[in-house]
């Protein structure tokens, strides 16, 4: 990606670099990120990507920040959770003090199928937020997620094949309801897909009249800090 574009990659709060920053909401974690782009972007518009949460925070900014967004991509997000679903989880929460947030890290990577030269890194960030305070964070964010309905800006949805049904559900109910959405299959990957099948073996072809003007070989990844 940092051939062809300028590419920002934050930790979101209470995860990564970015963990001192309590407690995660959506809200506040759009608000960060459309800071991040204001300081960093000099167009002050961005195409973003969002896996997982990180797709809800990305829906969420283009709720409240849409002029800043020139594109989305999510994956793997939820259109929502609902009372039970959600109660269930806030519940569950507490039996992360059974087990270490390293073994649960651990069991994470084989249940999502990382490969191994990137297990090692995969698992030392996951365990930073496999934790029952993090738990509630995104759960009670989940349970209140509102959809960017009135917005149109062009918004790609996608899931892996061997994503579980609510996964599938989800993506089918984001593309139904949100304007100018698409939705597609990654085939023969899971949630996780972008270590499962990094870029170059899933990536749809690009036709130059598709896409922006990019700015070439910057790239600030890794787990970089969130605005407090």
């Excluded at 709060?13 to 909401?25: D, K």
């Amino acid at each position: 990606m940092a051939q062809d574009f300028h590419c920002l990659a934050p930790d979101l709060p209470e995860q990564g670099r970015s963990a001192h920053v309590r407690p995660f909401t959506l809200e506040g974690s759009a608000r960060a990120v459309s800071e991040l782009v204001r300081m960093r972007v000099p167009s002050g518009r961005a195409h973003l990507v969002g896996l997982s949460l990180g797709g809800a925070v990305g829906l969420t900014l283009l709720r409240t920040a849409p002029e800043q967004v020139e594109s989305l991509m999510v994956s793997g997000t939820a259109s929502g959770l609902g009372r039970v679903l959600g109660t269930v989880s806030l519940w569950s929460a507490g039996l992360y003090r059974l087990m270490s947030p390293e073994r649960l890290a651990e069991l994470s990577a084989r249940q999502f199928g990382i490969p191994e030269e990137f297990t090692e890194a995969f698992q030392e960030d996951l365990a930073r937020c496999a934790t029952a305070d993090f738990t509630r964070s995104f759960t009670r964010a989940l349970m209140g997620l509102r959809l960017p309905l009135e917005t149109r800006v062009p918004l790609l949805v996608a899931v892996g094949e061997h994503e579980t049904w609510a996964a599938h559900r989800a993506a089918r109910v984001l593309a139904r309801r949100l304007p100018d959405a698409r939705a597609v299959t990654v085939p023969g990957v899971g949630h996780v897909w972008n270590l499962q099948a990094p870029v170059g073996r899933h990536c749809p072809s690009r036709a130059p009249d598709e896409l922006p003007d990019a700015q070439a070989g910057s790239m600030e990844a890794g787990g970089g800090q969130l605005p407090s």
